[in-house]
């Protein structure tokens, strides 16, 4: 059985809210990848040179940006940690409003919507009033991450899966989440958005038994021109974090398969490998 690709048969053709209003125009959820414009797949390009309006996060490379055609409308409503410039409600309503007004919407999002994206409150909120809605998958961050500082996520005989978790809480919330799974030493463990939270994971990591010396790859700025990849331990992550910039988006990617793979290339621990991911494809 053939499947079409739903962008290029529904998202190019015009859509206008029918009598009674039931019907208006399409919103695709896009994957931004983690900000290098090689990164993203040729259905997130030929989505965003086809909308009326795009509506872009804070983490979307400039690279991605570029492609935006100058006639496209552009929405900044950009998230990050401490610095909300719209709450999610405000940003379902305005997705709304542009698709029951009959206009191709793209709702670029940094690495993949369905990662960490919010992307079922969107969906759910427009599907709730009649608009139909897509998602175009993009390249997450802790598997960007991975391949620009040659190491594995998984390796056979070490690590047989992948763990993802987001250590962003609410102000004033307290980290819930089940330490003792996520100290599993035959797991990588990812962690997005994880700078704030570096001594929690820390302490709560090793509580639960998970060696001091545990291989650590903070990643900031994957793929991005001011990039940086720092190898080090679980028991020196607080002090390596603490030297970056607070606002840097970071993440982390802790395990064995991470060790095993740098000392391949003998890198040393705490080393910046932030020039040795930086080569251009031929």
């Known amino acids: 059985m053939t499947r079409t690709d739903p962008s290029h048969a529904a998202f190019p053709r015009r859509t206008s809210i029918k009598a009674g209003?039931?019907?208006?125009?399409?919103?695709?959820?896009?994957?931004?990848g983690p900000g290098d414009p090689d990164l993203i797949t040729r259905q997130a390009e030929r989505l965003i040179r086809a909308a009326d309006v795009v509506f872009y996060d804070a983490l979307v490379g400039p690279g991605v940006l570029a492609l935006i055609p100058d006639a496209v409308e552009r929405v900044c409503?950009?998230?990050?940690?401490?610095?909300?410039?719209?709450?999610?409600?405000?940003?379902?309503?305005?997705?709304?409003?542009?698709?029951?007004?009959?206009?191709?919407?793209?709702?670029?999002?940094?690495?993949?919507?369905?990662?960490?994206?919010?992307?079922?409150?969107?969906?759910?909120?427009?599907?709730?009033?009649?608009?139909?809605?897509?998602?175009?998958?993009?390249?997450?961050?802790?598997?960007?991450?991975?391949?620009?500082?040659?190491?594995?996520?998984?390796?056979?005989?070490?690590?047989?899966?992948?763990?993802?978790v987001t250590a962003h809480a609410r102000a004033g919330e307290a980290l819930d989440?089940?330490?003792?799974?996520?100290?599993?030493?035959?797991?990588?463990?990812a962690v997005y958005m994880g700078r704030a939270a570096a001594p929690e994971l820390k302490r709560r990591l090793m509580a639960e038994g998970m060696a001091g010396d545990t291989p650590v790859l903070v990643a900031v700025n994957v793929s991005l021109?001011?990039?940086?990849?720092?190898?080090?331990?679980?028991?020196?992550l607080p002090l390596t974090v603490g030297a970056l910039a607070e606002d840097a988006p970071t993440l982390m990617l802790i395990g064995q398969a991470v060790g095993r793979q740098a000392a391949v290339a003998e890198t040393p621990v705490g080393a910046d490998v932030a020039a040795a991911g930086s080569a251009r494809p031929w």
């Open 77 to 164: 409503v950009g998230k990050r940690a401490g610095a909300h410039s719209k709450p999610q409600g405000g940003i379902n309503d305005l997705l709304l409003a542009a698709a029951l007004a009959g206009r191709r919407v793209v709702r670029l999002k940094g690495g993949d919507p369905s990662m960490f994206g919010r992307s079922a409150e969107e969906m759910a909120h427009l599907q709730a009033h009649g608009v139909r809605v897509h998602v175009a998958p993009g390249v997450t961050t802790a598997s960007a991450a991975a391949a620009r500082a040659g190491v594995s996520l998984t390796l056979r005989g070490v690590a047989r899966r992948v763990q993802f």
């Open 225 to 236: 021109a001011d990039e940086k990849l720092l190898f080090t331990r679980l028991d020196l």
């Open 21 to 32: 209003g039931s019907i208006g125009g399409e919103v695709w959820l896009v994957g931004a």
């Open 177 to 189: 989440m089940d330490w003792a799974a996520l100290a599993d030493p035959s797991a990588t463990l």
